[in-house]
């Protein structure tokens, strides 16, 4: 509580008293220690590959005899590192751009179930080079008002996070259907899991459940925060079941048609 009193005076201008004024600040102190939490993770993020390109290009450039095969592995390094940054500015430009109050999703009718087709399309070959099997129950003709770009951006997250989670020869569903007045689609997968005690928090910008295997797959625990702040914006809803070593669904709901909530 922050107090502030404010005096008051007659029309001789003597001091008649003090109005105290009590406020509330503690959400205030709340959205300013979230600030600062993400300022100092964004940081951390960004310092640990900076670090390791510096490191790697410091070790070739110190070593005149190095071999070839030494060479190819720290640039192989380098490059992951890079790709690891770019991904990361990226997250975080698209994160600002989505959490500024003007932000607005352009939109448009738009078949949905064509939008869906095409991310699956687009991730085909990954989940195969991944002994993935991709099961699809797209209704056709799903139409909607919305931003076909950013429902793609969502999509794709969601299928990038299905095969990133997945265990050896995994399975992965994608349904989708009117359940008037919405669009609904699910992304289920019978990969890892998230503990019951993480899933509150899987949305959080930077949240990971383990750290090493988001990094290990290049993930730069920003996706979830884009495609919540892309949903709510249609005026959707998100939700997520899942449970450790069976699978994670994930389900969104979007409005057929915008703006009658
Ligand atoms: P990341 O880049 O780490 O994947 P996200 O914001 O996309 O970041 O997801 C946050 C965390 O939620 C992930 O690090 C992972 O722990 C968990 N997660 C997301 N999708 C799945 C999934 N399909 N199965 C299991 N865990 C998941």
Redesign the pocket.
């Known amino acids: 509580i922050e107090i502030v009193a404010v005096p008051f005076f007659n029309e001789s201008n003597d001091l008649r008293g003090l109005v105290f004024v009590f406020h509330d600040i503690t959400e205030l102190k709340h959205v300013d220690q979230i600030r600062k939490d993400f300022v100092a993770n964004v940081s951390h993020e960004l310092k640990t590959p900076v670090t390791s390109i510096k490191g790697f290009a410091e070790t070739m450039l110190d070593d005149d005899a190095i071999e070839p095969a030494m060479i190819h592995k720290f640039l192989t390094i380098i490059y992951k590192e890079s790709d690891r940054l770019q991904s990361l500015i990226h997250d975080l430009l698209e994160l600002t751009k989505l959490e500024q109050e003007e932000f607005k999703v352009e939109l448009k009718r738009i078949n949905f179930s064509v939008i869906v087709n095409d991310c699956v399309t687009f991730v085909k070959e990954l989940a195969h080079k991944r002994d993935l099997e991709l099961k699809l129950n797209v209704d056709s003709d799903l139409f909607l008002t919305g931003d076909g770009a950013r429902l793609k951006q969502v999509i794709l997250?969601?299928l990038?996070?299905?095969i990133?989670?997945?265990k050896d020869h995994g399975q992965i569903v994608v349904t989708a259907k009117r359940t008037h007045p919405w669009i609904e689609l699910t992304?289920k997968?019978n990969?890892?899991?998230?503990p019951e005690e993480?899933i509150d928090r899987?949305?959080e910008r930077f949240?990971?459940?383990?750290q090493a295997?988001?990094r290990e797959?290049?993930?730069?625990?920003?996706?979830?925060?884009?495609?919540k702040h892309i949903v709510e914006a249609h005026e959707g809803v998100i939700e997520v079941d899942?449970q450790v070593d069976i699978?994670?669904t994930?389900k969104i709901l979007i409005p057929i048609t915008h703006g009658l909530s």
Not at 191 to 194: A, D, R
Not at 207 to 210: A, E, H, P, Q, T
Not at 217 to 227: D, F, K, N, P, Y
């Open positions: 997250n969601l990038y996070n299905a990133s989670y997945s992304i997968d990969g890892i899991g998230i993480m899987i949305f949240y990971r459940v383990d295997r988001s797959t290049g993930g730069t625990g920003l996706g979830l925060a884009i495609v899942s699978g994670t994930f």
